[in-house]
């Protein structure tokens, strides 16, 4: 098959040579003359849309000779975004004897794939392969711009078949120069660049320190908007292939969507935070906030979807958000907010670069020096006026800070007089309210009781009178039986009327006994008995115990039985005993009641 195809590949060229050239004499070729060390070759080339993609050279070389290929329209190379391969052919003539050796240059960095094949008269075809789905390695020399080293033998006629196939734009401007030429073009736009990006880089530092001094939203997001559109440029102008992926063309396709979609949400969280749109265009800050919603969506799904979907969705989006922030800044500059002025007017220089890049990109504008690089011009100016239009904003912030500062003081001073009155008449207020407020943090809110904290303190001083008389304290620990079960059935309302109930008739069993009663916390319930020997504290504690399962808890519609197991203490006179002692004594005495199958009394002795 291999040597079927090569002879019939070989037929083809002959029968190309063999044909006359007469539908390409509307297609001078291009002589190349002493002083003449860079030329254009739009006026020179003939094209042709594959398509499919399925032609071989041999089938390009035959359609040329058959008058197949059309001047380029208007002398123009950029077509958009396009299927299919495009082909491109041009005759050339070295007529410089000192020039043997020329540059043939792609002046578009972002082609798939570049193919060159050069025939010389007699019929040798050499190819050369280029593109940013080949290494970075496979360029004659090494620059953003795809190029081949072409070697013209003075006074022949060699023809240049171009083969072009991407899912970028189509925009094939080449040109053909000496060696010297080339050198010399390429320091000049590294020159340019350079100062591009230095521009970009002295931005970006000003603003980072101003942005850690003040801490101000706007100063970061102005920071990701500028490094974002730097990377993007960086990425259409060739060199983050040539510099940061040189072997990945993966990469190559992936961050040219991904870093516009980067740029467009910085662009327009920088534009919501400045135009302050939260505050002054409520309406226009839902629409900032979709767009950035779908600007993430966007840069995500470019990881994934084709090039030659995500890459003409993110081109068209640029105008849309770009064409978007210019709006919302009308609205605002109409409402009055001055800084916004000269937002706009940095804004239409970002635009119109930007406009013009775009149109080109989907071949609606030719492409020019002030198409080509109208974005890094508009852009740079952008910067500029927009680190202004931040140092006038954060101007116009402080005055505004000084004017309320004045006015609060002024009304601080007439406020005094009047707050000095108010505050004398609240200070007699809030002695009463301190009587109150004393007797309230003593009280558990639920049931009215007394809380635990002041428990401990009261029990505490009682000890010590049981002392000094010589007379015992008992301790009782209270706990309601299966209340969580309560709870879980019935909710926390009703559990909560069961603890006032609980409450109730518990303080009404001990009203004659001169008894200190508090909720000890959750179910439970602590009862201090002054005068109280263990044989007088087991009589109060069954009468606690009987009082609850006698009387069970109407409440919310329901009829619920209550009942607790008790843990007695008894302190003596004369014995030494601290109240965390006693209360750690009775609580085993109740966990004892509980574990005999709960509704009980259990004294210390018993559960000893």
């Known amino acids: 098959m291999r040597s079927e195809r090569m002879l019939a590949w070989l037929a083809a060229l002959l029968l190309a040579a063999a044909l006359p050239c007469a539908a390409q004499a509307a297609l001078p070729a291009l002589e190349l003359t002493p002083g003449h060390d860079e030329v254009q070759l739009s006026p020179y080339v003939g094209y042709r849309q594959d398509a499919g993609a399925v032609d071989e050279p041999a089938d390009a070389f035959r359609r040329v000779a058959m008058g197949e290929f059309a001047p380029l329209p208007d002398g123009q190379s950029e077509f958009g975004f396009q299927p299919g391969a495009y082909w491109f052919h041009a005759t050339v003539r070295n007529g410089n004897d000192a020039e043997t050796r020329w ?60 083969r072009v196939q991407s899912e970028s734009s189509m925009q094939v401007p080449l040109a053909i120069m000496t060696q010297t030429a080339f050198a010399e073009l390429a320091r000049d736009a590294q020159f340019a660049i350079g100062i591009y990006y230095g521009i970009l880089l002295a931005l970006f530092f000003y603003n980072l320190v101003l942005w850690l001094m003040l ?76 767009l950035i919603g779908f600007f993430v969506l966007l840069g995500i799904a470019s990881l994934w979807l084709p090039y030659r979907i995500a890459t003409p969705l993110a081109a068209r989006v640029v105008l849309v958000g770009v064409l978007w922030i210019a709006v919302a800044g009308i609205v ?45 011009i508009g852009s740079a100016l952008e910067m500029l006026l927009l680190s202004v239009a931040l140092g006038n904003r954060y101007a116009s912030l402080r005055r505004e800070n000084e004017r309320i500062v004045s006015d609060a003081n002024q009304k601080l001073e007439r406020k005094v007089a009047q707050r000095t009155r108010e505050v004398r008449a609240a200070l007699v207020q809030l002695e009463e309210a301190h009587g109150r407020l004393r007797d309230s943090s003593r009280r558990d809110g639920l049931t009215g009781l007394y809380n635990r904290t002041y428990f401990h303190e009261m029990f505490e001083k009682m000890l010590v009178d049981g002392q000094q008389s010589h007379r015992a304290v008992s301790l009782l620990m209270i706990d309601l039986d299966h209340f969580k079960a309560i709870n879980d059935r019935y909710g926390h309302l009703v559990g909560d009327d069961c603890l006032r109930f609980t409450a109730q008739r518990i303080g009404k069993v001990l009203r004659a006994h001169d008894a200190l009663l508090a909720r000890f916390g959750g179910e439970e319930f602590v009862v201090g008995l002054p005068n109280h020997d263990l044989h007088d504290a087991v009589e109060v504690a069954e009468a606690l115990r ?16 209550i009942s607790a197991s008790v843990g007695v203490h008894t302190i003596p006179p004369g014995s030494i005993d601290s109240i965390d002692s006693a209360l750690e004594i009775a609580d085993r005495a109740l966990y004892a009641a509980k574990a005999n199958g709960r509704d009980c009394v259990k004294t210390s002795i018993t559960a000893a």
């Open 215 to 290: 801490r101000d939203s706007s100063y970061f997001w102005y920071l990701f908007h500028l490094s974002a559109f730097g990377m993007v440029l960086f990425t259409l102008n060739g060199l983050g292939f040539e510099y940061l992926w040189p072997d990945s063309a993966w990469w190559a396709d992936k961050s040219v969507p991904l870093s516009i979609c980067l740029a467009l949400i910085g662009m327009q969280q920088f534009a919501r935070t400045f135009l302050e749109l939260g505050k002054r265009f409520p309406r226009g800050n839902i629409v900032s906030l979709a």
């Open 332 to 376: 605002v500059v109409r409402r009055g907010y001055v800084p916004a002025r000269l937002f706009m007017l940095a804004w239409a220089m970002f635009l119109l670069g930007t406009t013009m890049f775009t149109l080109v990109a989907f071949g609606a504008l030719p492409k020019t020096f002030y198409t080509e690089y109208g974005v890094q």
């Open 103 to 162: 540059v043939l240059v792609q002046q578009y960095a972002l082609s798939d794939f570049f193919d060159l094949y050069v025939r010389y008269p007699d019929g040798r075809v050499v190819h050369h392969a280029s593109g940013d789905h080949r290494p970075f390695s496979a360029r004659s020399i090494r620059d953003r711009h795809p190029n081949f080293l072409l070697d013209l033998p003075p006074g022949q006629p060699v023809e240049l078949l171009v």
């Open 546 to 561: 009987r009082s609850l399962v006698e009387s069970p808890c109407g409440t919310q519609g329901h009829s619920i039985r």
